[in-house]
T-cell receptor, first 108, second 113 residues
Framework: RKEVEQDPGPFNVPEGATVAFNCTYS??????FFWYRQDCRKEPKLLMS???SGNEDGRFTAQLNRASQYISLLIRDSKLSDSATYLC?????????FGPGTRLSVLP | DTEVTQTPKHLVMGMTNKKSLKCEQH?????MYWYKQKAKKPPELMFV???????INESVPSRFSPECPNSSLLNLHLHALQPEDSALYLC????????????FGPGTRLTVL
């Protein structure tokens, strides 16, 4: 079983749609969790950290479920500019493990 | 300043060349990282420096040699690379390694001929 798993997609959604991604992790000792977005041929950019109580930043909401060992990202009112690959990342000690990423395409 | 810079942006080298990648941050971060990313794959951790000391080496071949001259700089020395080493090499930094988010530089796109 891989350490961090994501549905690779692609998710093709119309503008204005709500879309949700899940990410599961295998190491129960994982300490902190993040969502990054990566555009083609660019570096990953931090989208948001994921806190135990859940957190929201504009159209983006992140949730953590430690019991089931998954994190989620909800994007509301999708924009064309949201098209990217979304990577979850998990801290395990000093190690930082990325999921394989989920490709999102928002269509006009 | 929330920027991590990397030079060069692109590098083409032969299998017998020696070259170096450079990374710099001025955010006061005390952990710095090298990642390798192949097309359509996630970044893979290569090395972690924490307080200028190498703390993680993810079984990387010795043809990759990291160096951390000070808390702001990180180098990756390359020697006798193979064509399969062609990839995007990303540098990142964070507050002390363990729980903090990482910030990435734009990467060096390396091609080995």
């Amino acid at each position: 079983r891989k350490e961090v798993e994501q549905d690779p997609g692609p998710f093709n959604v119309p503008e204005g749609a709500t879309v949700a991604f899940n990410c599961t992790y295998s190491n129960s000792a994982s300490q902190s969790f993040f969502w990054y977005r990566q555009d083609c041929r660019k570096e990953p950019k931090l989208l948001m950290s994921v806190y135990s109580s859940g957190n929201e930043d504009g159209r983006f909401t992140a949730q953590l479920n430690r019991a089931s060992q998954y994190i989620s990202l909800l994007i509301r009112d999708s924009k064309l500019s949201d098209s990217a690959t979304y990577l979850c990342a998990v801290h395990q000690g000093q190690n930082f493990v990325f999921g394989p990423g989920t490709r999102l395409s928002v269509l006009p | 300043d929330t920027e991590v810079t990397q030079t060069p942006k692109h590098l083409v080298m032969g299998m017998t060349n020696k070259k170096s990648l450079k990374c710099e941050q001025h955010m006061g971060h005390r952990a710095m990282y090298w990642y390798k990313q192949k097309a359509k794959k996630p970044p893979e951790l290569m090395f972690v420096y924490s307080y200028e000391k190498l703390s993680i080496n993810e079984s990387v071949p010795s043809r990759f040699s990291p160096e951390c001259p000070n808390s702001s700089l990180l180098n990756l020395h390359l020697h006798a690379l193979q064509p399969e080493d062609s990839a995007l090499y990303l540098c990142a930094s964070s507050l002390p390694a363990g729980v903090n988010e990482q910030f990435f530089g734009p990467g060096t796109r390396l091609t080995v001929l």
